[in-house]
């Protein structure tokens, strides 16, 4: 039974650091593509069998100590009534959230009724991966969540989530609301399903100052995390968190997982023993030569130190990553020892 | 003579703040967007009557502290031998460069030669603007324009441009260098050409950690501002600058033009004296209420003191931007008194 992810989310000690990738089940898998091909992604989102089975590829191929199963933060978007796309060049979402009349129509689903298909996969990989390595379950935080709704998709600017915010935030914290409070009962779902730690990804909260960030989107977090509850490690994660670390401490996690553009040293600094640390290798490094690769995985495993701290990427894993320099990343942390 | 700016770039007293807009020569102006009907992009820049006309259309209809002559980063991209369009969504560059073959093909080229309608946009809005509030002139800086250069256009995860860095730093040092020499004289024609401050634009080094900036970028912005020496002062952008602030001060520039993400006093304590400041009101926020926004400016004004501050935005202005609320941020300016 490894269970380092679970004792160094705890900060307690461990015999390695252990380590995983975000968006681990992905593109720069052959075996991913090959599934992909015969299926869209959001059905392959809701397929038990093939959901599964992705989610395990990189635990079998690549040899991580933790498995996240397979999905989509806008899963739960969709059960609360939003038409979503997903493309090669991201999501789209028909009718982007404009008007209160537009927010109260969206339902707070009920996830075991609404995506009964969430629970089947995890419970599935809970029996499968028979206790060797811990599971992991995610969801979008409210603000990130919120981005896609009202943008209609990804954004460079953000013009039109800050702009709701800076002209009608009354508009933007119900709807906020409503985001927080169908991820608590998605993420409790996914808990009694078998996730044994969460992720909550805020991938665009970093787009917001402090002052901003801790009133459109902290409060959502802390939220989610008190809603839940301490029953499993929580991590959030944030890119471009530099300027926000000290509030995400605010948030309740157990975990910060931070992106490249910050030195652990630094986010060690800043956070001192409240909270272990998640990351940072910067994803472009898997596409580069070996050597400095490793040297910079090393750099961020003797910066951590041997307490509180999972080996991660400072972002998902990119699709024309080579799967032999995944597989030497992970190998390297492995044998790495403090 | 209003020289303002000047003055608070050497960090001298002046009456008032002074402040102008990245990009305020753009979209949210009626007055540019009729001209646009009738020119494409690149052949505005190149037109010396309209692109003088549209530098100077926010000094008359919003009445910023200072004109920058209306261009585009990629002009010395363009006359390097690069094809580069200009769509909506951004620029596109056909035949991204890869290789040692095609950076050695790259010209250097002589600005009076190669782009002499620089020059007479810049002499002709000297003799429009009669000393009445000064002219900048601008560049991007080798790392942001070898990002258009490589990926092909913009990016999100820089995955083209990095992976050079990361498996081939040889080759995109040997582009950044002659990149820096490109920007060098043609910052320098621009000076010779009317120019009384210079900004240069290192959009995306951002993305870049502490260590990588210092091994990619930083070492090209020292160039350049070294090659053009005192003459006139010297600004300094970066999106996403929190990372990095103290690099950037390391780089020899009057002036650091920070983004919205860190508070001004916060980049006051970490800069301490050296350089002055310029930003750093979200973008967003002149798509907000009145309210919030004069109460964001007037907490910047107050927070950088009256020594050696620019006040500005902490990116360009959004094309959605209603004009009336650019004016109210710019008389509100006007007005504060510290």
């Not at 978007?77 to 991201?90: F, I, P, R």
């Not at 995506?115 to 390595?133: A, H, M, Y």
């Not at 985001?179 to 991938?203: C, H, R």
């Not at 080579?322 to 020892?337: G, L, S, W």
């Amino acid at each position: 039974m490894n269970d380092r992810l679970l004792r160094a989310c705890r900060r307690e000690p461990v015999d390695r650091t252990p380590v995983w990738m975000m968006r681990q089940a992905g593109r720069y898998l052959k075996e991913y593509r090959d599934i992909r091909q015969k299926i869209a992604f959001l059905d392959l989102c809701k397929n038990t069998d093939l959901a599964a089975e992705v989610s395990l590829q990189p635990y079998r191929i690549v040899g991580v100590d933790a498995v996240i199963f397979f999905s989509d933060i806008l899963i739960p978007v969709e059960a609360m009534g939003v038409s979503v796309t997903l493309t090669d060049k991201g999501p789209e979402i028909d009718d982007p959230i404009r008007s209160q009349r537009h927010v109260d129509k969206l339902r707070t689903p009920d996830p075991a009724l609404e995506t009964p298909f969430v629970g089947s996969i995890l419970k599935r990989l809970r029996q499968e991966l028979d206790g060797k390595v811990p599971l992991i379950g995610f969801a979008g935080a409210p603000w990130t969540l919120a981005s896609y709704m009202i943008e209609g998709g990804g954004s460079k600017s953000f013009a039109e989530i800050k702009g709701m915010a800076f002209r009608d935030p009354k508009l933007l914290h119900s709807l906020l609301d409503k985001l927080a409070s169908t991820v608590s009962a998605y993420l409790l779902y996914q808990i009694e399903s078998g996730a044994q730690v969460v992720q909550l990804f805020d991938t665009w909260a970093g787009e917001l100052n402090r002052q901003d960030y801790e009133e459109f989107a902290l409060p959502y977090t802390q939220k989610i995390f008190d809603n839940i509850g301490r029953r499993v490690p929580r991590i959030l994660y944030i890119n471009g968190c530099s300027n926000i670390l000290e509030s995400m401490c605010a948030s309740g996690a157990d975990v910060l997982s931070v992106d490249w553009r910050i030195s652990i040293a630094e986010a060690r600094r800043r956070t001192g023993d409240r909270v272990a640390l998640q990351g940072n290798l910067d994803p472009c490094l898997l596409l580069g030569a070996r050597e400095r690769m490793l040297a910079k995985a090393a750099e961020i495993l003797q910066q951590a130190g041997p307490l509180g701290h999972i080996l991660n990427l400072g972002h998902g894993i990119l699709p024309p990553t080579p799967v032999e320099n995944a597989c030497a990343f992970i190998d390297f942390a492995k044998t790495f020892r403090h």
